[in-house]
């Protein structure tokens, strides 16, 4: 099956770190570009990072820029976001995406709580 | 970047036809691409480039593009349909992606 399917979620306390990884099957995934999308509860759309096909440009949002960082692997067919210095508005669900012509493939989303 | 900004909620009478719009700078030049998300589910590409649907999309799902303001219309809206609605868009390749607010679909 084509799919993605994010893990790394749970709860940190605020200033903590966490390591999302979001594993691709069933697709050639070293020939996408890939993203990640958050979403605080309740609330709409946010996105996050995007990364290229073999990793050499990232970008982000100016709201975690300096503190997150997008990585792949492409010969374990995994996309990561090491998260660092964690806030509680941080708190949301974390989707990966493909992007081909829009985010056509998502994963169904791992659950960051930032809490003390 | 520029924003993009929808409408909170629209609703829908079952059978009839619903506009949802998404307006920002970032529509006069670069596609704009729609998401339906059901609650407790992933979102769902619906539109992508102004106007294409992905296979598996239904017919009833089209969009346009005007100026400034992107469309995502449902001819025929179906109780399935009620969902959130995002739009969107980037001012280019290397830029950030941007969202809409998002627009709740209410199907009466």
């Known amino acids: 099956d084509v799919q993605l399917v994010e893990s790394g979620g749970g709860l940190v306390q605020p200033g903590g770190s966490l390591r999302l990884s979001c594993a691709a099957s069933g697709f050639t995934f070293s020939s996408y570009w890939m993203h990640w999308v958050r979403q605080a509860p309740g609330k709409g759309l946010v996105w996050v990072s995007r990364?290229?096909?073999?990793?050499?440009?990232?970008i982000y949002a100016d709201s975690v820029k300096g503190r997150f960082t997008t990585s792949r692997d492409n010969a374990k067919n995994t996309l990561y976001l090491q998260m660092n210095s964690l806030k509680v508005e941080d708190t949301a669900v974390y989707y990966c995406?493909?992007?081909?012509?829009?985010?056509?493939?998502w994963g169904r989303g791992a659950l960051v709580t930032v809490s003390s | 970047s520029s924003e993009l900004t929808q409408d909170p909620a629209v609703s829908v009478a079952l059978g009839q036809t619903v506009r949802i719009t998404c307006q920002g700078d970032?529509?006069?030049?670069?596609?704009a691409t729609w998401y339906q998300q059901k609650p407790g589910q992933a979102p769902v590409l619906v539109i992508y480039?102004?106007?294409n649907r992905p296979s598996g999309i239904p017919d009833r799902f089209s969009g346009s593009s005007s100026g400034n303001t992107a469309s995502l219309t449902i001819t025929g809206a179906q109780a399935e349909d009620e969902a959130d609605y995002y739009c969107?868009?980037?001012?280019?390749?290397?830029?950030?992606?941007?969202f809409g607010g998002g627009t709740k679909l209410f199907v009466l």
């Open positions: 990364i290229n096909v073999d990793g050499s440009s990232t």
């Open positions: 995406a493909r992007d081909p012509y829009g985010l056509d493939l």
């Open positions: 969107d868009s980037r001012d280019s390749n290397d830029d950030p992606l941007i």
């Open positions: 970032s529509l006069r030049s670069y596609h």
């Open positions: 480039g102004t106007n």
